[in-house]
């Protein structure tokens, strides 16, 4: 009986070590998890590490690597700068991608980096600088609103109802109220003789009547908006969100040319770089048609000529050109300048060309030009990526924005 009675104790005893041992187990496994999940974040971030060093060696060197030539000698080339194609593609495409680059290339688990770079102002997101389409920084800034909302759905003589329930173009009315948030006065945007902008007191009695609290309300930026959100804290734009996010006017409506299904603008625009276009295989239909000189004002609700027209130009990128030097493998090719955009696409095409679009378009890089770079580093599965926005200035890459996932 008290051999029956001390195994009871013996048992509990084992059975507690036995949970002991267990859970070092399980926490030797853990720990062991964390070290591995933290060795290899430390590796991806070098890999970021690298692929800034990378990317910043292309942006400082692009200016001077060699244009091409049908007898250059690429092994030579290859010898004289390890990273001239890359060069050479920013130079002449305004855009390039490098990689993916073993960071050791006698391990194949080392890890790779990914490094895309790009002007700001070109592609089909963030192609428009917002901040410089206001009256302040663009004499043409009314008509190339009124283009872009007419090309995204809003027909020119749709009405909304403000709030003291009088009838308003809604082209016109979001336009002015964007004004009135850009610019750095206290003056109501009039346009075509209606007073349809709003100030910090139209702010500060709406929040007062909805009730914001103190941390939610937000007052005209009177200087450039550091985010594109920023946009729907706008009169106009946050009444109505579909001018924003796409869908119908009025989401409780059936569709009526009253209350027409709008594609949304957000992503077309960016805070920097230029409200110029830089043309590449990336850019739009729309953003083209937010050129004077490429949208002509017709009685066509759908602007079919010009929508003709931009399509011609964005075709002919991808033609061949005669009379000058190219590389043979490409798929697309840069316009050199707006002579060489015209004559290209007006022998392709039965088109023709306004010089006023000359004034919005860039066909090169220039010192004021903003960068986009993309860095992707991959290891054992994870995936880091940086994306940033900067310029060149005294032989020095500088940094407007950093974004990490």
């Known amino acids: 009986m008290r051999r029956g009675s001390a195994l009871v104790p013996a048992l509990v005893v084992i059975a507690v070590l036995a949970i002991i041992v267990m859970s070092f187990s399980v926490e030797s496994k853990s720990q062991a998890g964390i070290n591995i999940y933290m060795r290899e974040r430390n590796r991806i971030n070098r890999l970021v590490d690298a692929g800034k060093i990378i990317g910043e060696m292309v942006l400082l060197g692009y200016k001077n690597v060699k244009d091409y030539s049908q007898d250059e000698n690429e092994a030579e080339l290859d010898e004289e700068d390890r990273w001239y194609r890359e060069k050479r593609e920013l130079k002449s495409n305004m855009q390039c991608k490098i990689g993916p680059l073993l960071i050791d290339e006698d391990n194949e688990n080392s890890g790779t980096v990914t490094v895309e770079i790009s002007l700001a102002n070109s592609g089909a997101e963030n192609g428009i600088n917002i901040n410089e389409l206001y009256e302040g920084g663009d004499k043409n800034y009314l008509l190339r609103w009124q283009m872009i909302l007419k090309a995204h759905g809003v027909h020119e003589d749709l009405e909304v109802d403000d709030e ?57 930026r009177n200087g450039s908006i550091p985010a594109i959100r920023e946009i729907a804290n ?172």
Request: glycine share 6%.
């Open 234 to 405: 706008i009169r106009g734009f946050r009444d109505y969100p579909a001018i924003l996010t796409g869908g119908l006017l009025y989401t409780n409506l059936v569709e009526s040319p009253e209350n027409p299904r709008l594609k949304s603008i957000e992503r077309m625009f960016g805070v920097t770089g230029s409200s110029k276009i830089v043309i590449t295989p990336d850019t739009t239909v729309e953003q083209l048609l937010s050129v004077p000189g490429i949208f002509k004002d017709d009685d066509d609700d759908e602007s079919s000529e010009s929508r003709e027209t931009a399509q011609a130009i964005l075709d002919t990128l991808k033609i061949k050109p005669t009379g000058y030097d190219v590389e043979e493998n490409r798929s697309w090719w840069p316009y050199k300048d707006w002579q060489d955009l015209k004559s290209r696409v007006e022998d392709e095409f039965d088109v023709e060309l306004s010089q006023e679009a000359s004034e919005y378009i860039e066909f090169q890089i220039s010192d004021t030009s903003v960068f986009k770079i993309k860095i992707t580093g991959q290891s054992y599965g994870m995936v880091h990526c940086v994306n940033c926005q900067c310029y060149v200035k005294d032989n020095k890459v500088r940094y407007i924005t950093w974004q990490e996932d």
């Open 164 to 220: 003291e329930g009088r009838k308003v173009n809604f082209m016109n009315f979001l336009i002015a109220n964007w004004n009135d948030w850009r610019d750095d006065d206290d003056n109501k945007t009039v346009i075509e003789g209606e007073e349809l902008g709003a100030e910090s007191q139209w702010y500060e009695e709406r929040d007062e009547e909805d009730d914001i609290d103190e941390e939610d309300r937000r007052r005209p």
